[in-house]
């Protein structure tokens, strides 16, 4: 069973739109979380992963961190396990 993805992310974030492409690529549903849309959602992505920027990446119950560090682990093969839930 595939892992569930969420992304939090803003409106205008390139970096979102790359790790968007990349996961869509593999054929990933992700579940968005607007942080500017809902002020109370960025304090919540700060409290857990502690860091104030977006895209912050959570596969299952893995953080995986931003755009770099989801491109890096795609790139070492460990991205793919990760998402079918290995």
Do not use: S, W
């Amino acid at each position: 069973m595939p892992a569930q993805v969420v992304m939090y992310t803003t409106a205008v974030c390139p970096y979102c739109v790359r790790a968007e492409r990349l996961l869509d690529a593999k054929g990933v549903k992700i579940d968005k979380i607007r942080v500017d849309l809902d002020p109370e959602q960025k304090t919540i992505m700060m409290q857990k992963t502690g860091r104030r920027t977006v895209p912050q990446i959570y596969v299952g119950d893995t953080h995986v961190g931003g755009f770099d560090d989801l491109y890096a682990l795609d790139q070492a093969g460990r991205l793919d396990p990760l998402l079918n839930g290995a």
